[in-house]
């Protein structure tokens, strides 16, 4: 029961595998006796489904759906399909100055000289 509790769909991991893992979950607990009727059964998985799939979730209770759990995990496939074509892929650009590079730091570094017994401060002097 604790599993079923904790259990948490990834989001990006297929929903298939994650109601098939739930559903073996119910079904360990309906052999050592415990009885959820359907109903709860399906809002048990559903609870367990990430953010992506809260438009489902919302639609399963206004429209009062009966879903049997075969045809939960039919319904939330196809679901995930159509996320997965509305979502497009994601890529990261870089928007900004390019940053100096390491040898070119390195260049202006050399162009400065320590001068010692400057006060308590250290001083610069320019090479020309």
């Known amino acids: 029961m604790k599993a079923i509790l904790t259990t948490k769909m990834v989001e990006g991991s297929p929903v298939k595998d994650h109601v098939l893992n739930m559903m073996s979950y119910l079904n360990e607990l309906n052999i050592l006796g415990v009885a959820i009727d359907k109903e709860s059964q399906v809002e048990m998985i559903l609870q367990t489904l990430p953010n992506s799939f809260q438009q489902f979730h919302l639609n399963y209770n206004m429209n009062k759906m009966d879903l049997s759990l075969a045809k939960l995990l039919n319904e939330l496939t196809t679901v995930e399909s159509i996320i997965k074509q509305q979502t497009p892929p994601s890529v990261a650009y870089m928007v900004g100055k390019p940053v100096a590079s390491l040898s070119k730091l390195d260049k202006s570094q050399k162009k ?17």
């Open 112 to 128: 400065k000289k320590v001068v010692q017994g400057c006060g308590t401060r250290r001083c610069y002097r320019w090479r020309g």
